[in-house]
């Protein structure tokens, strides 16, 4: 590889840039001080200001070596203060090896922030520096950091178990990459992919069309077990045997269909004077085309001829990518609560307050 050192780097909303000796304060109130933040890493919770101040002194000393990649995130909008930080925290020269860590406030979770920023450095890694392969790794209680991985384009290649210490202990590691040479085929992938709805069709499914959407449907439940902690292969028989129980229910299903393909799909549950959205999904390697809105914007238009101005949504809490694209369309009311028991297998990290009540989930 050939090294350059940490370069600034600029998205459509983000400076990734070196650190400087006035950051020791934003450091430590918007991310290192924070246990929350922390409870999946590698380095405790910063105590005082004064371990933020010598562990920023390294960071500055290190710039001086050109194989030393330290960037402080800072969202634009925000100002100049950095909100998280992202890094090569091991690199092998021999076979060209990058692997990335990273953090962010949770101030900023669930907004796309860390996938923006990974995507940026994976290409600096790619273009600038030679990188023939790079990787990350998370705790499988943390699902969150491994979604910000796979939407970055990079391939789970295995879960080590008891292989790795965080602040959480002795635990397991899952193993996500990319190769140069898959990033290459994936780039010419999304070259030849639809840049805007023009390119699709809206198709309202039969009973006949089951068949030819039942991957997708088996695509979705596989994700959304993953957001539960359960890891689980697509099951095309039984996403068929869903989509018949929606069809015979009288539910609408729609599908975006793109050169014979169907690339996503939206079933609708009208329980008068309600539109209830039950599954929303598009293929990861055609998502922002605008395929979603195209789907969204048939239930809208459906709850419209109903008299009514919004649709209802599920939406599992860990699902950072729909959440904020309800957001974008001005979705921001939580209106009700499921409460169930947990499923057999199934991982729960996190926690949800609503005004003096803790759910887990």
Known sequence: MT??????IETERLLLRRFS????????NNWASDPEVTEFLTWPAH??????????????????????YQWAIVLKEHGNDPIGSIA??????????????????KNWWHQGIMSEALKAVMDFFFDEVGANRIECRHDPRN?????????CGMKYEGTLRSSDRNNRGICDACWYALLRSERQVRKEEMSSRPTHTGSLKLI?????????????????????????????QPDTDAGKEEILEFLEAGFPVYAAEYRGVFVGYIVCRIDEPCLWVEHIYVREDYRRKGIASMLFSKAEEIAASMGEDTVYNFVHPNNETMIQF???????????????????GEKLTAAIHVENETFDY
């Open 21 to 28: 000796v006035n950051d020791a304060d934003a450091i430590y």
């Open 3 to 8: 090294h350059c050192g940490t370069q600034r």
């Open 326 to 344: 309800l957001r974008s369309k001005g979705y921001t009311v939580l209106n009700m609560i499921e409460i169930r028991k947990p499923y057999e």
């Open 88 to 105: 090569a925290v091991s690199m092998n020269d021999d076979i060209d090896t990058v692997h990335i860590g990273y953090c962010i406030g």
């Open 143 to 151: 699902p969150h950091s491994g979604m910000v991985m796979k939407k």
């Open 204 to 232: 309202r499914i039969e009973t006949a069309d089951a068949g030819k959407l039942a991957p997708l449907a088996a695509e979705f439940r596989t994700q959304l077990k993953s957001l539960r902690g359960i890891r689980s």
């Open 47 to 68: 105590r005082s200001i004064d371990v933020t101040r010598t562990v920023l002194e390294k960071w500055l000393s290190s710039y001086a070596q050109e194989n030393y």
